[in-house]
Every structure is written in C-alpha cells, then in structure tokens.
C-alpha cells in the first residue's frame, strides 16, 4: 500500500486541508500520515478563528519519524501559514526523499489571502523548487513567476505562465482555475514535453477547500498509477461533480463524502 504524506493545517471545522486529505487518501486506498501545520477553529473563510502555529514542533515530529525509520512515497504539501513554516516544510522535504506535490495556497481571483504577506509568496517560491509536481492556480501562478494576473483561457497566456513555473524545476506543473469559455473552467498543465488542457462546467457555487480536494485526488491517482494528465482530469471531475451535488457557497465546504464511493469506483475500474 502506498504511505503519502499530507502536510497542511488542520482546520477543526469548514472542509479543508486536512480534514478533506485524509478521508480522499483512504478512499483511494492510500495510506495516509499527517503533518499538522497549523490548528485552526475553523478555515479563514470564518470570521476570526482561534489558531496555534505548530511551526516549532515540525522538526522534532521528522526528527522522531527519521529515528523509527519512516518513509513515504508521495508527500503532498497545501496551505501554510507564514514564511518560517515554509522553511520547516523545506527541511522536511529533504530528509524525506519521495514524490513531492506542491500546491501554493495563497489566493484566488487575482489576490492573496489576507494573511498571506510577499515574504511567504518568497518562501513557498523555495517550497516550489523542491516539488516534483507544482498545482497552483491561475492567480498563485502569476504572483510566482510574477507575470500579470489575467482571468483569460488565452493559450499564449497560460503557456507562458506554465513556463514561468516549469522553471522551479518541476517535472509536472498543472495550473487550476482557467475560466474557460461559456462557463467553463478547467485547468492547463505540462508533463515532461507534453502540454494538456482539460475543462468542466462550471458550477455556480465557491467554495472553501476545493483545490485542496483537487490535490488530494490528483496525488491519489498518481500513487494509483495514473499518468499527471489523467490524474488531474479525474480530480476536475470529483470537484465537478462535488459541486454540482452540494449546497451553495456553504462556509463548511463541499459536500465531497458523497463522491468518495464514484472516486473509488473510477480506481476499481483501471486497477
Ligand atoms: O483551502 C485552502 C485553505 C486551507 N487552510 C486554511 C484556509 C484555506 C483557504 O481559505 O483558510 C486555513
């Protein structure tokens, strides 16, 4: 059974990070170790909530793993919340040699989080160098490679944004968000040589977590076996299909559980 890493907040309540990590990986029949970054009451879409870095116990947690002889296969990385976590994050990565997914959670609609301050924008542009696969958005894109934001499907455009993050020196980039046309959205990406595109309807309905979910599912297939292309088409159609079948805009995310019994029949389907 393949061990994946899943290293990002832990917010108690609201759908995401963590909290949409694990059950995705056991769905998908991976085994799954956290790294809790920060504690949150609740993800930042609610007002205020009550939070506990736990920047300063990230080592010693590696340090213990290294000592009982932990290894993974795959590490996924999301949300962090200052530039110094980042910094632990990096250290972990290189004591632990495995295929490493990189998602910059910073922003979305051409802005940053309201937490997010240019130093992290720096720090996880280190982060970034020690990815195997990159899955920023269109908005994380441009404030990394520091090309402008632009809410367009312009190949031109998304081609040399998918330069711009190629450059970290990734072997996969998958750029997420790309307003298509009549209401579509989908995602650009590259893969060794070969770029690919991938849409969906778009569904009226933002939600917190999604590109957390996204992740998860693309890292899940990956570790099933499928190639950077297929996993991410599959995660376009969880969030899709999430979506279409949830409550709108609802500050506790994405009704994703329903989906986990199609998710895994996909798997059954090609293993
Ligand atoms: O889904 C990304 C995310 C993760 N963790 C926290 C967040 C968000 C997005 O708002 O607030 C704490």
Redesign the pocket.
């Known amino acids: 059974m393949k061990h994946v890493l899943s290293v ?2 832990l ?1 108690c309540m ?1 759908r ?2 963590l909290t ?1 990590a694990l059950p995705i990986f056991s769905a998908m029949g991976c085994r799954c170790s956290v790294l809790p970054t ?1 504690v ?1 009451s ?4 609610f007002p205020q ?1 009550h ?1 506990r870095g736990l920047t300063e116990h990230i080592a010693p947690i590696a340090q213990h793993w290294q000592q009982v002889g932990a290894s993974f296969d795959a590490i996924g990385v ?2 962090l ?1 200052d530039p110094r976590q980042a910094e632990a994050v990096e250290d972990v990565l290189s004591r632990f040699p495995a295929l490493t997914v990189v998602d910059p ?1 910073m922003g979305d609609h051409g802005k940053l ?1 309201s ?1 997010i301050t240019p130093e992290q924008v720096a720090a996880m542009a280190r982060l970034c160098k020690k990815g195997n696969i990159l899955l920023p958005n269109v908005t994380e894109a441009a404030f990394l490679t520091g090309l402008p934001y632009r809410q367009s499907n312009d190949l031109a455009y998304l081609k040399e944004l998918n330069a711009g993050m190629r450059e970290f020196g990734a072997d996969g980039v998958v750029i997420t968000g790309v307003s298509g046309k009549d209401g579509k959205i989908g995602f650009f990406g590259s893969a060794g040589q070969e770029e690919f595109s991938y849409e969906t309807d778009s569904v009226e309905n933002h939600s ?5 979910m996204f992740a998860a599912v693309l890292l899940g297939g990956i570790m099933a076996g499928k190639t950077v292309q297929d996993a991410a088409i599959l995660a376009a159609r969880f969030v899709e299909r999430t979506l279409a079948n949830s409550p709108k805009a609802s500050p506790h995310g994405a009704e994703f559980e329903k989906q986990l019994p199609w998710l895994c029949q996909q798997l059954n389907s090609v293993m």
């Open positions: 990002q907040d917010s609201g995401c990070s949409v920060t949150l609740t993800h930042t879409g909530p939070r999301g949300y919340a959670a989080y937490s917190h977590g999604t590109g957390d």
